[in-house]
């Protein structure tokens, strides 16, 4: 049974820091790209990052390109996303993807407000 089960995020001034893990089971996580997605309000789910399976190669939305960073642990089987520098317009649902096999995690809410 796949499994991605999320833990981290909640609220947060603006300019603070969150840490959130997706911890991975039922499939092979090193042979999987693994993604962050989220979704605010009335918008639709975009990506935010992404790390490759076999080199570690990450990609991030423009909007996010040099405040986020996404990591993997091959062996613990999680993907991480640090978020600094955060804003109010990251107010979102935050879903942790394995692109291979489409499996998403359960999302964790992620808000930035004074």
């Known amino acids: 049974q796949v499994q991605l089960v999320q833990s981290g995020g909640g609220l947060v001034q603006p300019g603070g820091s969150l840490r959130l893990s997706c911890a991975a089971s039922g499939f092979t996580f090193s042979r999987s790209a693994m993604s962050w997605y989220r979704q605010a309000p009335g918008k639709e789910r975009e990506l935010v990052a992404s790390?490759?399976?076999?080199?570690?190669?990450?990609n991030y939305a423009d909007s996010v390109k040099g405040r986020f960073t996404i990591s993997r642990d091959n062996a613990k089987n999680t993907v991480t996303l640090q978020m600094n520098s955060l804003k109010p317009e990251d107010t979102a649902v935050y879903y942790c993807?394995?692109?291979?096999?489409?499996?998403w995690g359960q999302g964790t809410q992620v808000t930035v407000s004074s």
């Open positions: 790390i490759s399976w076999q080199f570690g190669i990450t």
């Open positions: 993807k394995a692109e291979q096999g489409g499996y």
